[in-house]
């Protein structure tokens, strides 16, 4: 399997593992959502970005229609956020520096 094939199937079948273990399968409750913050982000600078010991701020970040789960969009919006803060970490660039083209850039004459 290919690699970008091995990561897809990891989120999606790690997600299913920690939402089937009690209350509302296809979702994370806070318990669910603590025990896989605790158990599968093991990074400093993953951990640094969500942490499992506040887990009423990562509920809160997480859970944007405000239901008191983490469906599975709102687990793949933070594994997405993550990726970028790592891609940003690895390469040195940060955020929304420099995109675009500024008034001087791009209108030669």
Do not use: W
């Amino acid at each position: 399997m290919a690699r970008l094939d091995q990561v897809i199937t990891s989120i999606v079948n790690i997600f299913i593992q920690y939402a089937d273990d009690e209350g509302n399968k296809g979702q994370l409750n806070k318990e669910e959502l603590k025990k896989l913050l605790e158990q599968e982000i093991q990074s400093p600078e993953l951990k640094d970005k969500i942490s499992a010991n506040d887990i009423e701020e990562a509920m809160e970040m997480l859970d944007k229609n405000h239901d008191g789960e983490v469906n599975f969009r709102e687990f793949c919006r933070c594994v997405s956020d993550l990726a970028k803060c790592y891609y940003h970490k690895q390469t040195g660039r940060g955020g929304r520096r420099g995109r675009g083209k500024g008034p001087e850039e791009g209108q030669g004459d």
